[in-house]
């Protein structure tokens, strides 16, 4: 929240966030007939005598009394309203600053519970620790400045979260917490001494006995008393955050920001050295150079400082079951739309999307509150007669899920795995129903393999459907909307007959002469068609080759989309990608561990983690193009003439502006959007025309109206997936995917951030989902050429992260920061390209990018060296990264920067100058057979081609420079060592790449070894012998000697 946005605290009672404005003008004293109070939502109730009770005599703000007793005790002690101290009521303990009073004192109130009334307002003090802890705690937005007063205090204080139980001395002496006492989440209330009255009463006689008594009383000894309920701990436990942020230890985390700021010291000293001290026999090498590594060192610092405040998170699943899932009541998890997109069958088998709609259906959630969507967006009978096979198996597959807790709850991944599958499991039925459940899967994979196998060949005549009608998406490229509901309300049983959830197939209509926009149109056809049908408020969005490895995943999510202190402000909660199918090396890097573990990380300290295109919670509001709710901001600081004051008087008619109006200067939250857009803007125009998908985007809970009928329904999901829908509407502009690049992700997460949404980064023990990876070497080139050319599209776009969005100002600098640097990395492989050439170029002509060094001046490059290794080895120490990983990345940033960048960098030039557009093809999901038997199948690409000269030309350039070094005699060895480091600094970074032009290891053609050995051999000799290259300046003169060489 905004520093000035207020205190906010949790309702029991509402669920709902209070704000309490501190920074208002006094308001008259308002009728409190019937009011609630405005911090925790109780009525305010009544005083000793009868009355109503009053917190605040000059502004009558609604308290009630346990919040009054709190805020005077733990808080400033000042009416939220009208910041005047709370003076001492009747019957209300002393606190420290209270003036003395001539009425009589009520200490035996202090100290002794006389009457019922007096042992429900201790419990009503316990719930309010939960009420007022739970509103109090960080906010994501760190800019607050209000005081907060702590949740614990006083002697008897112990932690909230319950976790370390302490002890602790109180005036001189240890005392130790009943049993009773530490089955409580919140402590009880404490009074302090304080005034004189007190240090009277405990020089009376019997003072030690009344203290005992009112212990006993309040709990703190002996048994637990009579009224004593024991759901109070479930309740106090539902009050407390769903989540919680947990900070890099300062241990790990402070060493790495001191070395970050020490390399870009020495780096700063670095590049002036090289700058004053340039190579006159070699200027263009020198210059080149010196223009590499002052974008190398610009593209560290974007890539470096978003990760300057690294933070974990934890969730808490059994609060989120404790507040929204309570025995005996409804249901209140919110629903969820998924969404599983799949173009071409043939490259994304229909076995891969059958398992993960499998894991969908399976998943640990409310089945009412799910609902799976299916785009096929090549509208292939294929995939239509698949999803009906996986209907079919989903009602046997999904109580046996449910039944054992099994996990994953793909079947395929689940019966491949090579563990111990009796782990844990008691049932005697166990063994026999996995028995017959695995048959079940092999011959549902007999059918759909038969189904893969008859769609090989396409009838002349196109497909025909079961009873005969022809197959509406014959031609892919033009066909009507196809909607099939395969499970739901009815006829959505499994064979034990619960319900199962929603399972809808939709393929989007499609002509010829419309801009269809690919995968970014697909998933705005899908946020169409599922407001209609059931207009869940959140959504999940899956490649349809991530399953669902964590059956609880959305409940993850939900611990920060539902939470009420920070969840109204978050837009999408993204996992992080992990892959199955990998080899143990991961030799070209594709499980991405150092961007998903390191680089998100330090985005979710900022303003959230990049939206990555898979595996991300949704809020359907932030993709329908509303800004965030706020809270009212502090007034601005209106100026006198007079000299002290420190205001400036241009700022005067503002202030004086946003003072006058009643409710004009606060700013109104998404409900007061959204009515403002009713009143004042063309909704059609915004949304397109469909005036029940309209309606549906005002209702924030979601929700179909019930006087709908799915008839009425269908049609109009029929009609908002037509090509047409889309004309001169705000589709892919400002709502929904944004349409512009095939990276439509990036962007997309990109204009939320603009807006002032945030996002957050779930990182759970078991990890949510995981998919396949093209572990082959061109396969892999592609994928990474696809994403490089995606960032080059946004880089030329008006959406570009370096100029866009300052407007409005609500993208923090650091996450910009991380945004350009997504754009601007491919431009990386034209001074990486020219720096991976120069160690060749320097052995063959003999020349250095550098002059001879000074020892004062090796002590920079030690330095730099030992900077950057010691940035390394602390980010793998707070992360958690293997240095194996680290390397692997490090390999394949020089392999993916002189191969697929380099491309991505030339093509998108090509599209914008020359109009010149390129298509992208769907990275195959399939697997060999064989374990990693894709790993080693050479496919020829020209992506290979930059990489394979670059080390063609500096194995030459060793060659050359050894030969030579040779011919010339001992001094000449001296200079040859820092150009050999130069060149095999290259050599090795592209060893994996040169490993998957060899094939498989140890299975390398022993022809190739031989060819290779004798080329190298005699390309040696010819080397000594000719020395074609470089000038003789060493060695004997031919014209003194006399030897004719």
Same mark, same amino acid.
């Given at each position: 929240m905004e520093a000035s946005a207020g205190l906010v605290a949790g309702s029991h009672n509402r669920n709902e966030l209070v704000v309490i404005h501190g920074h208002e003008e006094r308001k008259a004293l308002r009728n409190l007939d019937g009011q609630v109070c405005e911090i925790c939502g109780d009525e305010v109730g009544l005083t000793v005598d009868g009355d109503l009770f009053v917190a605040c005599n000059e502004c009558g703000f609604p308290v009630c009394r346990p919040c009054y007793e709190y805020e005077r005790r733990e808080g400033s002690q000042l009416c939220p309203q009208c910041r005047t101290r709370y003076k001492r009521l009747k019957g209300s303990p002393r606190v420290e600053g209270d003036e003395d009073e001539e009425d009589v004192d009520d200490i035996e109130h202090e100290f002794k519970i006389e009457d019922q009334r007096n042992k429900h307002n201790h419990i009503a003090e316990a719930m309010l620790h939960g009420k007022m802890s739970y509103g109090r705690g960080p906010e994501d937005n760190e800019n607050g400045h209000l005081p907060i007063p702590p949740v614990i205090s006083g002697a008897r204080s112990r932690p909230v979260s319950g976790e370390f139980p302490i002890s602790f001395q109180a005036h001189g002496e240890q005392n130790t917490l009943s049993p009773s006492l530490h089955k409580r989440v919140h402590p009880y209330p404490a009074s302090e001494p304080g005034s004189a009255r007190w240090d009277e009463k405990k020089a009376e006689d019997g003072w030690k006995e009344r203290m005992d008594d009112w212990k006993m009383q309040q709990g703190y000894l002996g048994p637990e008393p009579d009224d004593y309920d024991p759901d109070m701990d479930m309740i106090d436990e539902a009050r407390q955050p769903l989540s919680r942020k947990v900070p890099i230890a300062s241990s790990k985390i402070s060493p790495y920001r001191m070395v970050i700021l020490a390399r870009l010291l020495v780096l700063a000293l670095f590049l002036r050295y090289r700058l004053m001290n340039p190579v006159h026999d070699a200027f263009g090498l020198w210059l080149t150079s010196v223009i590499c590594e002052i974008w190398f060192a610009f593209s560290w610092i974007l890539d470096q400082f978003p990760k300057w405040f690294p933070i974990d998170r934890d969730t808490y699943l059994d609060r989120l079951s404790l507040r929204y899932e309570r025995e005996g009541e409804p249901n209140q998890l919110a629903p969820v739309d998924i969404f599983v997109s799949t173009v071409d069958p043939m490259k994304e088998p229909p076995l891969v999307t059958a398992n993960t709609v499998l894991s969908i259906l399976a998943m640990d959630y409310p089945v009412d509150k799910i609902s799976c969507y299916i785009s096929d967006d090549g509208a292939s009978m294929l995939t239509f007669e698949a999803l009906s096979e996986t209907a079919e198996f989903g009602r046997k597959w999904v109580p046996f899920c449910k039944k054992f807790s099994i996990e994953p709850r793909a079947p395929e991944m689940y019966f491949s795995e090579k563990i111990d599958y009796l782990k844990d499991k008691v049932q005697p039925t166990f063994v026999k129903e996995r028995r017959a459940m695995k048959r079940e899967y092999e011959?549902?994979?007999?059918?759909?393999?038969?189904?893969?196998?008859?769609?090989?060949?396409?009838?002349?005549e196109g497909w025909i459907m079961q009873d005969g009608t022809p197959w509406p998406g014959n031609n892919t490229k033009d066909h009507p909307g196809m909607i099939q509901v395969f499970l739901g309300h009815s006829g959505g049983l499994d064979a034990e007959g619960n319900e199962l959830p929603r399972l809808v197939y939709v393929s989007r209509e499609k002509r010829p002469g419309f801009q269809h926009h690919k995968k970014a149109g697909a998933m705005n056809a899908l946020i169409r068609v599922s407001a209609v049908l059931t207009n869940a408020p959140f959504m999940l969005n899956l490649d349809c080759d991530h399953y669902i490895n964590n059956s609880k995943a959305a409940r993850e999510a939900m611990c920060f989309l539902m939470d009420p202190q920070i969840g109204r402000k978050v837009c999408y909660v993204q996992f992080p990608q992990r892959f199955d199918g990998i080899d143990r090396h991961d030799r070209y890097a594709n499980r991405n561990t150092v961007f998903f573990d390191i680089n998100m990380k330090g985005l979710d300290g900022i303003q959230g983690p990049v939206y990555v295109g898979t595996g991300c919670v949704f809020r359907r509001q932030a993709l329908y193009g509303y800004n965030p709710p706020k809270g009212s901001k502090r007034p601005k600081m209106v100026s006198c003439d007079c000299c002290p004051c420190f205001g400036r008087r241009k700022k005067l008619k503002y202030a004086k502006h946003g003072a006058s109006g009643d409710d004009s200067s606060v700013q109104v939250d998404m409900d007061g959007d959204k009515e403002l857009l009713m009143s004042q803007m063309n909704f059609e125009k915004k949304f397109g025309q469909s005036a029940i998908f309209v309606t549906s985007t005002l209702m924030e809970q979601g929700g179909v109206p019930p006087s709908s009928s799915p008839a009425a329904l269908l049609k109009e999901a029929i009609h908002v997936i037509s090509c047409g829908y889309e004309d001169k509407t705000e589709w892919g502009t400002e709502l929904g995917w944004i349409y512009g690049s095939i990276t439509e992700d990036i962007l997309t997460g990109f204009k939320m951030h603009c807006r002032g949404w945030r996002s957050i980064y779930c990182m759970p023990k078991r990890?949510?989902?995981?998919?396949?990876?093209?572990?082959?070497?061109?396969?892999?080139?592609?994928?990474?050429?696809?994403?490089?050319?995606?960032?080059?599209?946004?880089?030329?776009?008006?959406?570009?992260?370096?100029? =866009?969005? =300052?407007?409005?100002?609500?993208?923090?600098?650091?996450?910009?920061?991380? =945004?350009?640097?997504?754009?601007? =990395?491919?431009f990386t492989s034209l001074p990486l390209l020219a720096y991976c050439t120069l160690p060749a170029i320097c052995l063959l002509t003999d020349k250095f990018i550098m002059p001879p060094i000074s020892t004062f001046a090796s002590l920079y490059f030690i330095a730099l060296f030992i900077s950057i290794f010691a940035t390394g080895i602390l980010e793998l120490r707070w992360s958690g990264v293997t240095i194996e990983e680290w390397w692997r990345n490090e390999q394949f940033w020089v392999i993916g920067g002189v191969s697929a960048h380099l491309f991505a960098v030339v093509q998108g030039l090509l599209k914008v100058l020359a109009g010149i557009d390129t298509n992208f093809t769907v990275t195959s999901k399939a697997s060999d057979d064989e374990d990693f038997g894709e790993l080693y199948t050479f496919k020829w690409t020209t992506l290979l081609i930059p990489p394979t000269t670059i080390l063609i030309i500096n194995l030459v350039g060793v060659v050359a420079g050894i030969s030579d070094a040779i011919n010339n005699g001992y001094e000449s060895w001296g200079p040859l060592f820092g150009k050999l480091f130069f060149s095999f600094w290259v050599i090795v970074h592209l060893y994996p790449f040169l490993k998957g032009l060899m094939g498989r290891q140890n299975r390398t053609p022993t022809i190739v070894v031989i060819w290779s050995i004798l080329l190298?051999?005699?390309?040696?000799?010819?080397?000594?012998?000719i020395d074609p290259f470089v000038l003789k300046t060493k060695g004997p003169a031919t014209k003194q000697c006399g030897i004719n060489c």
């Amino acid at each position: 929240m905004e520093a000035s946005a207020g205190l906010v605290a949790g309702s029991h009672n509402r669920n709902e966030l209070v704000v309490i404005h501190g920074h208002e003008e006094r308001k008259a004293l308002r009728n409190l007939d019937g009011q609630v109070c405005e911090i925790c939502g109780d009525e305010v109730g009544l005083t000793v005598d009868g009355d109503l009770f009053v917190a605040c005599n000059e502004c009558g703000f609604p308290v009630c009394r346990p919040c009054y007793e709190y805020e005077r005790r733990e808080g400033s002690q000042l009416c939220p309203q009208c910041r005047t101290r709370y003076k001492r009521l009747k019957g209300s303990p002393r606190v420290e600053g209270d003036e003395d009073e001539e009425d009589v004192d009520d200490i035996e109130h202090e100290f002794k519970i006389e009457d019922q009334r007096n042992k429900h307002n201790h419990i009503a003090e316990a719930m309010l620790h939960g009420k007022m802890s739970y509103g109090r705690g960080p906010e994501d937005n760190e800019n607050g400045h209000l005081p907060i007063p702590p949740v614990i205090s006083g002697a008897r204080s112990r932690p909230v979260s319950g976790e370390f139980p302490i002890s602790f001395q109180a005036h001189g002496e240890q005392n130790t917490l009943s049993p009773s006492l530490h089955k409580r989440v919140h402590p009880y209330p404490a009074s302090e001494p304080g005034s004189a009255r007190w240090d009277e009463k405990k020089a009376e006689d019997g003072w030690k006995e009344r203290m005992d008594d009112w212990k006993m009383q309040q709990g703190y000894l002996g048994p637990e008393p009579d009224d004593y309920d024991p759901d109070m701990d479930m309740i106090d436990e539902a009050r407390q955050p769903l989540s919680r942020k947990v900070p890099i230890a300062s241990s790990k985390i402070s060493p790495y920001r001191m070395v970050i700021l020490a390399r870009l010291l020495v780096l700063a000293l670095f590049l002036r050295y090289r700058l004053m001290n340039p190579v006159h026999d070699a200027f263009g090498l020198w210059l080149t150079s010196v223009i590499c590594e002052i974008w190398f060192a610009f593209s560290w610092i974007l890539d470096q400082f978003p990760k300057w405040f690294p933070i974990d998170r934890d969730t808490y699943l059994d609060r989120l079951s404790l507040r929204y899932e309570r025995e005996g009541e409804p249901n209140q998890l919110a629903p969820v739309d998924i969404f599983v997109s799949t173009v071409d069958p043939m490259k994304e088998p229909p076995l891969v999307t059958a398992n993960t709609v499998l894991s969908i259906l399976a998943m640990d959630y409310p089945v009412d509150k799910i609902s799976c969507y299916i785009s096929d967006d090549g509208a292939s009978m294929l995939t239509f007669e698949a999803l009906s096979e996986t209907a079919e198996f989903g009602r046997k597959w999904v109580p046996f899920c449910k039944k054992f807790s099994i996990e994953p709850r793909a079947p395929e991944m689940y019966f491949s795995e090579k563990i111990d599958y009796l782990k844990d499991k008691v049932q005697p039925t166990f063994v026999k129903e996995r028995r017959a459940m695995k048959r079940e899967y092999e011959e549902f994979k007999v059918r759909i393999n038969a189904l893969v196998a008859k769609a090989v060949k396409i009838p002349s005549e196109g497909w025909i459907m079961q009873d005969g009608t022809p197959w509406p998406g014959n031609n892919t490229k033009d066909h009507p909307g196809m909607i099939q509901v395969f499970l739901g309300h009815s006829g959505g049983l499994d064979a034990e007959g619960n319900e199962l959830p929603r399972l809808v197939y939709v393929s989007r209509e499609k002509r010829p002469g419309f801009q269809h926009h690919k995968k970014a149109g697909a998933m705005n056809a899908l946020i169409r068609v599922s407001a209609v049908l059931t207009n869940a408020p959140f959504m999940l969005n899956l490649d349809c080759d991530h399953y669902i490895n964590n059956s609880k995943a959305a409940r993850e999510a939900m611990c920060f989309l539902m939470d009420p202190q920070i969840g109204r402000k978050v837009c999408y909660v993204q996992f992080p990608q992990r892959f199955d199918g990998i080899d143990r090396h991961d030799r070209y890097a594709n499980r991405n561990t150092v961007f998903f573990d390191i680089n998100m990380k330090g985005l979710d300290g900022i303003q959230g983690p990049v939206y990555v295109g898979t595996g991300c919670v949704f809020r359907r509001q932030a993709l329908y193009g509303y800004n965030p709710p706020k809270g009212s901001k502090r007034p601005k600081m209106v100026s006198c003439d007079c000299c002290p004051c420190f205001g400036r008087r241009k700022k005067l008619k503002y202030a004086k502006h946003g003072a006058s109006g009643d409710d004009s200067s606060v700013q109104v939250d998404m409900d007061g959007d959204k009515e403002l857009l009713m009143s004042q803007m063309n909704f059609e125009k915004k949304f397109g025309q469909s005036a029940i998908f309209v309606t549906s985007t005002l209702m924030e809970q979601g929700g179909v109206p019930p006087s709908s009928s799915p008839a009425a329904l269908l049609k109009e999901a029929i009609h908002v997936i037509s090509c047409g829908y889309e004309d001169k509407t705000e589709w892919g502009t400002e709502l929904g995917w944004i349409y512009g690049s095939i990276t439509e992700d990036i962007l997309t997460g990109f204009k939320m951030h603009c807006r002032g949404w945030r996002s957050i980064y779930c990182m759970p023990k078991r990890p949510a989902f995981k998919g396949t990876a093209p572990i082959n070497l061109s396969d892999r080139l592609n994928q990474v050429l696809r994403w490089a050319l995606g960032s080059i599209e946004i880089f030329f776009s008006h959406h570009c992260p370096v100029w =866009y969005g =300052y407007k409005k100002g609500k993208l923090k600098w650091l996450e910009r920061f991380a =945004y350009v640097n997504t754009t601007v =990395y491919p431009f990386t492989s034209l001074p990486l390209l020219a720096y991976c050439t120069l160690p060749a170029i320097c052995l063959l002509t003999d020349k250095f990018i550098m002059p001879p060094i000074s020892t004062f001046a090796s002590l920079y490059f030690i330095a730099l060296f030992i900077s950057i290794f010691a940035t390394g080895i602390l980010e793998l120490r707070w992360s958690g990264v293997t240095i194996e990983e680290w390397w692997r990345n490090e390999q394949f940033w020089v392999i993916g920067g002189v191969s697929a960048h380099l491309f991505a960098v030339v093509q998108g030039l090509l599209k914008v100058l020359a109009g010149i557009d390129t298509n992208f093809t769907v990275t195959s999901k399939a697997s060999d057979d064989e374990d990693f038997g894709e790993l080693y199948t050479f496919k020829w690409t020209t992506l290979l081609i930059p990489p394979t000269t670059i080390l063609i030309i500096n194995l030459v350039g060793v060659v050359a420079g050894i030969s030579d070094a040779i011919n010339n005699g001992y001094e000449s060895w001296g200079p040859l060592f820092g150009k050999l480091f130069f060149s095999f600094w290259v050599i090795v970074h592209l060893y994996p790449f040169l490993k998957g032009l060899m094939g498989r290891q140890n299975r390398t053609p022993t022809i190739v070894v031989i060819w290779s050995i004798l080329l190298a051999s005699i390309f040696s000799l010819l080397w000594v012998r000719i020395d074609p290259f470089v000038l003789k300046t060493k060695g004997p003169a031919t014209k003194q000697c006399g030897i004719n060489c």
